[in-house]
């Protein structure tokens, strides 16, 4: 398996960010349509790379393949602090890439005493987002309550599914 590393976002990243925020498969359960400019991307990369989270509870995923340069090919993490967001540039879905950084993300997060003492972990998921559903729900997550008309997106009107994960047993 390639390795994969989740790291803070710097400016750096942008064309790497570009490549995944502008496609519309990547972004049809994402809060804002595709970017259709470098200046969208670079906006909200500088509100990541500013963020008091950035590299402490939300992160890029890394691909660093033995025979190329390493790539950012996503995004993983609280992006408050408390509730969960990722995406993954469309060519590395179904490789098990975001499972492997997932695993990664709660083992760390929990793990962790420099941060905040959150107890659970929350997820905002678009009801139509079965893959997301999936992942979070493979990893412990549960439903908690169903929500109607929650976000106006591109997409329309969506409804909110919510779900949380609470911290592990030790």
């Known amino acids: 398996m390639p390795h994969l590393y989740l790291r803070a976002a710097a400016m750096s990243d942008l064309q790497d960010f570009q490549e995944f925020f502008r496609n519309e498969d ?3 359960y994402w809060s804002t349509a595709p970017h259709t400019n470098l200046q969208q991307t670079e906006k909200y990369l500088h509100t990541m790379v500013d963020s008091k989270y950035n590299g402490r509870c939300d992160f890029v995923i890394e691909y660093a393949p033995p025979s190329a340069a390493p790539k950012v090919i996503g995004k993983l993490g609280l992006f408050d602090g408390h509730e969960i967001g990722f995406m993954l540039s469309r060519p590395y ?19 962790r005493d420099d941060m905040e003492k959150n107890d659970e972990i929350v997820a905002d998921v678009d009801p139509r987002n079965s893959a997301c559903i999936g992942l979070l729900k493979h990893f412990g997550f549960e439903e908690t309550g169903y929500r109607t008309k929650t976000w106006e997106t591109h997409l329309g009107w969506c409804d909110s599914l919510d779900m949380k994960m609470e911290r592990p047993k030790r």
């Not at 975001?98 to 929990?110: G, N, P, T, V």
């Open 93 to 111: 879905w179904g490789k098990g890439y975001m499972k492997e950084a997932m695993s990664q993300f709660l083992s760390d997060f929990w793990a």
């Open 26 to 28: 990547v972004m049809r």
